[in-house]
């Protein structure tokens, strides 16, 4: 697509659920991020997919949160479990193998409750 | 020690001004760098890179000294519509090849 889409855009949920966000990256742009960026706070690194390598999951929090991305395409990062401090902007961001530019997407913004 | 650090201001300038924003980094090698832009609850988008020679992009000035690890962006002219955040944000060799290291920004405001 022309940008990266995120959805939902908004996710109130209750403390203990499980929740899934979506990602849908640039076509063509091999790289893909996850970061998280709570109110206030800069961005925080959770994951990065580079093609088919192995996924760079260094930021990841704790063991309640995962991401899968297939290929090049759509990414989804779950967080089971939920705790009010989840609650933030998670984004999404696409770039081309090697380049430095991010195109990131507008967020799925998360309140746990 | 964090990776790239600023001066998170704020940054209070009346229109027309000129202010500059610095930024250091960490890691010597650090292979490229960038200024991003973000503005309140929007995602931050990628404003300008920055090269070794230092670059201008009509009022923005962003400047990169490899010695000492040190980046800056000037803006002249301040306009209304630069209020924002601004991220100073840096790639770097190594394992994790692609991933970018964001500062926590700088929040700049310019008032009429």
């Known amino acids: 697509g022309a940008g990266v889409s995120q959805s939902p855009s908004n996710k109130v949920t209750e403390k203990g659920k499980d929740v899934e966000l979506r990602c849908d990256p640039i076509?063509?742009?091999?790289?893909l991020y996850w970061y998280r960026q709570r109110l206030g706070q800069g961005l925080e690194f959770l994951i990065y997919?580079?093609?088919?390598?192995?996924?760079?999951k260094s930021g990841l929090p704790s063991d309640r949160f995962s991401a899968e991305r297939t290929g090049e395409s759509v990414s989804t990062l779950t967080i089971q479990r939920t705790q009010q401090e989840d609650s933030a902007v998670y984004l999404c961001?696409?770039?081309?193998?090697?380049?430095?530019?991010?195109?990131f997407g507008s967020g799925t913004r998360l309140t746990v409750v | 020690r964090k990776e790239v650090e600023q001066d998170p201001g704020p940054f209070n300038v009346p229109e027309g001004a000129t202010v500059a924003f610095n930024c250091t980094y960490s890691n010597s090698a650090s292979q490229s760098f960038f200024w991003y832009r973000q503005d309140c609850r929007k995602e931050p988008k990628l404003l300008m890179s920055?090269?070794?020679s230092g670059n201008e992009d009509g009022r923005f000035t962003a400047q990169l000294n490899r010695a000492s690890q040190y980046i800056s962006l000037l803006i002249r002219d301040s306009k209304l519509s630069d209020s924002a955040t601004y991220l100073c944000?840096?790639?770097?060799?190594?394992?994790?090849?692609?991933?970018?290291?964001f500062g926590r920004g700088t929040q700049l405001t310019v008032w009429p």
């Open positions: 076509s063509g742009h091999t790289a």
């Open positions: 944000v840096v790639k770097m060799r190594g394992s994790t090849l692609g991933r970018l290291y």
């Open positions: 961001a696409s770039s081309l193998a090697g380049s430095g530019g991010y195109t």
């Open positions: 920055v090269y070794s």
């Open positions: 997919f580079q093609g088919n390598s192995a996924p760079d």
